[in-house]
């Protein structure tokens, strides 16, 4: 009778042992990507590959680029309707995004800032640039256009100069790369230069933070400040990465991206 008890038991725990590899698979959190300014989801094509390679689902969805309320209200509802956990990573002008876009929802279980804007309550993007000396990303860098708002106001919207996007935006990528990205830039609008963020899901939510070591647009010194700020979980600096590490380094982006999802 003892020797069917134990037969039964180890059954019993070899069946639960078979179910382990489904479970852990089920467990994954879904990846959701949020790109930054005078850029598209394209971007992050590597990270994505490597990601799902790893077997994790990702989600890369446009950020509109309109202001910090309107397009963390958009990000939010892309995440209302993600079942599960969420890693939320945002780059550049995301940071600013998924900063408020988390906020209320249970199921983000870690922020990612890659070379992204971190504020806290208040801040702006132009109170964030001036943390640091070396971002280039101002008045003298952009070309501002008009634009028609939906009620009929004329609104204003920026992009990177052609001439100066390659060593500001990307410099460590090829100039032919460079180029295209310069030309098929998304303009965003300066309401989401100026616009105050609200309160802060890096409080309450575990963040990661990569620093870009060469980045010119924000400035590896404003990233290294706001990452002191916020004490993540953990801070990496990725030397002489330009802005779009994420472009350049895919692998080593996935990688950090990978520990807040473990």
Avoid: C
Wanted: glycine share 8%; proline share 6%.
């Amino acid at each position: 009778m003892r020797l069917l008890r134990r037969i039964a038991v180890l059954v019993t725990a070899f069946a639960a042992l078979a179910t382990l590899p489904a479970a852990a698979q089920a467990a994954k959190p879904t990846v959701v990507l949020v790109h930054g300014a005078f850029a598209d989801a394209s971007g992050w094509y590597g990270v994505q590959t490597i990601l799902e390679d790893k077997g994790y689902k990702v989600v890369s969805p446009p950020n509109p680029l309109r202001g910090v309320s309107a397009d963390s209200a958009y990000i939010k509802s892309v995440l209302s309707q993600i079942s599960g956990p969420i890693v939320l990573v945002g780059h550049s002008y995301g940071g600013m995004v998924i900063t408020n876009a988390a906020t209320g929802n249970a199921n983000v279980k870690a922020l990612v800032y890659i070379a992204a804007y971190a504020p806290d309550a208040g801040d702006t993007v132009l109170t964030l640039s001036a943390l640091g000396k070396q971002g280039q990303i101002g008045p003298a860098t952009l070309d501002i256009k008009n634009f028609p708002n939906p009620d009929g106001s004329i609104g204003q919207e920026g992009t990177i100069k052609l001439n100066v996007f390659h060593e500001i935006f990307a410099a460590d990528l090829s100039k032919k790369l460079a180029r295209n990205m310069s030309l098929a830039q998304r303009p965003a609008s300066l309401v989401a230069l100026g616009e105050p963020s609200g309160p802060p899901a890096w409080k309450t939510i575990p963040s990661y933070y990569m620093i870009a070591g060469a980045d010119k647009a924000i400035g590896a010194d404003a990233e290294k400040a706001m990452a002191k700020r916020i004490s993540p979980k953990k801070t990496v600096t990725v030397k002489g990465a330009s802005h779009v590490v994420f472009i350049s380094q895919p692998k080593t982006t996935a990688d950090f991206i990978l520990q807040a999802a473990k």
